[in-house]
T-cell receptor, first 117, second 111 residues
């Protein structure tokens, strides 16, 4: 148990559906991250939030919309996804982000396995 | 852009053989971290290296950080079947904001 939980663990959705992924960390961290892991590109950083402010968006399509209401919760809202968006979506947290050395050690959640039909 | 290259992509060894994975960065790193992901699992932090030329050991695992702080390696002595998984390096650039992960090396160990 790493202190980072993600729900749901598995999700199957159609291309016209709207769904949300949830991440919660119980570690008192201030930075949270969304990663996409697929067979073609093993670990891609999508979004970074530091103290609830989005500090990085790695050219992610607008059909992915993150939300960070507080330092403990992170959401990824999904709509009109494509089959190529099927992947494992991992949430992570660290004590701080933004180049703070050992405070960037990341603790990953178990991931949400997403399948888009 | 800033990249961290990791080789090999796959490695298949017999139990008891040694294993090494290498990471190279196009830019100088503030620190480098190593993670292990078991099949079906999520990445788990192993260690962090900060100083130039630093060497750290965890039982059969030896981690090195290059003198120029641009490369790193993970060496496993006498592999065991429990070592199976994908090993990722992740570098924090001096001027960066977030870790850059390598593509990982998938290790398969057969008895």
């Amino acid at each position: 148990e790493t202190g980072v939980t993600q729900t749901p663990r598995h999700l199957v959705m159609g291309m016209t559906n709207k769904k949300s992924l949830k991440c919660e960390q119980h570690l008192g961290h201030n930075a949270m991250y969304w990663y996409k892991q697929s067979a073609k590109k093993p670990l891609e950083l999508m979004f970074v939030y530091n103290f609830k402010e989005q500090t990085e968006n790695n050219s992610v399509p607008s059909r992915f919309s993150p939300e960070c209401p507080n330092s403990s919760h992170l959401f990824l809202h999904l709509h009109t996804l494509q089959p190529e968006d099927s992947a494992l979506y991992l949430c992570a947290s660290s004590l701080k982000g933004g180049g703070t050395g050992d405070l960037d050690t990341q603790y990953f959640g178990p991931g949400t396995r997403l399948t888009v039909l | 852009g800033q990249q961290v290259m990791q080789i090999p992509q796959y490695q298949h060894v017999q139990e008891g053989e040694d294993f090494t994975t290498y990471c190279n960065s196009s830019t100088t790193l503030s620190n480098i971290q190593w993670y292990k992901q078991r099949p079906g699992g999520h990445p788990v932090f192993l260690i962090q290296l900060v100083k130039s030329g630093e060497v750290k050991k965890q039982k059969r695992l030896t981690f090195q950080f290059g003198e120029a702080k641009k490369n790193s390696s993970l060496h496993i002595t006498a592999t065991q079947t429990t070592d199976v998984g994908t090993y990722f390096c992740a570098g924090l650039p001096n001027s960066g904001y977030a870790l850059n992960f390598g593509k990982g090396t998938s290790l398969l160990v057969t008895p």
